[in-house]
């Protein structure tokens, strides 16, 4: 896998996002960029389900990416595991999340480099 991203994303800054549901409860959402050694985590109110918190996270990434100065002109993907998450954001019909998934969409948008969205 890591050759095919390495393929398709030559050039391209990583960054890893994963959100959670915890035994107790908590919710939580996170960021990873190696090249850049920052991690992030949020912890979101327990009523978020987990494909919410997975969506936040994506959310949270593009924002990160956007306000961050080392990532302004850069070309980013956003790597997920949650197939659930990135299928909303193709097919955003689905009203439970449809806010969240336009955010997304149109931070996306915002953009000057292009940006990614991979599982």
Same mark, same amino acid.
């Given at each position: 896998? %890591?050759?095919?991203?390495?393929?398709?994303?030559?050039?391209?800054?990583?960054?890893?996002?994963? /959100?959670?549901? !915890?035994?107790? /409860?908590?919710?939580?959402?996170?960021?990873?960029?190696?090249?850049?050694? !920052?991690?992030? /985590?949020?912890k979101l109110k327990a009523a978020h389900s987990v494909?919410?918190?997975?969506?936040?996270?994506?959310h949270l990434n593009l924002t990160f990416a956007n306000? =961050?100065?080392?990532?302004?002109?850069?070309? *980013?993907? *956003?790597?997920?595991?949650? !197939?659930?998450?990135? =299928?909303?954001?193709?097919?955003?019909?689905?009203?439970? =999340?449809?806010? *969240?998934? =336009?955010?997304?969409?149109?931070? /996306?948008? %915002?953009?000057? !480099?292009?940006?990614?969205?991979?599982?």
């Amino acid at each position: 896998m %890591q050759e095919d991203l390495n393929a398709r994303y030559s050039g391209f800054t990583e960054i890893f996002t994963d /959100g959670s549901k !915890q035994a107790s /409860g908590s919710t939580e959402a996170a960021l990873f960029v190696p090249t850049l050694a !920052q991690a992030v /985590g949020w912890k979101l109110k327990a009523a978020h389900s987990v494909l919410g918190a997975k969506l936040f996270g994506i959310h949270l990434n593009l924002t990160f990416a956007n306000k =961050y100065p080392a990532l302004h002109k850069k070309y *980013i993907v *956003i790597l997920s595991k949650s !197939q659930s998450a990135l =299928y909303l954001l193709k097919n955003i019909w689905n009203p439970n =999340y449809r806010h *969240i998934v =336009y955010n997304i969409q149109k931070l /996306g948008s %915002q953009r000057r !480099q292009v940006s990614k969205v991979c599982s």
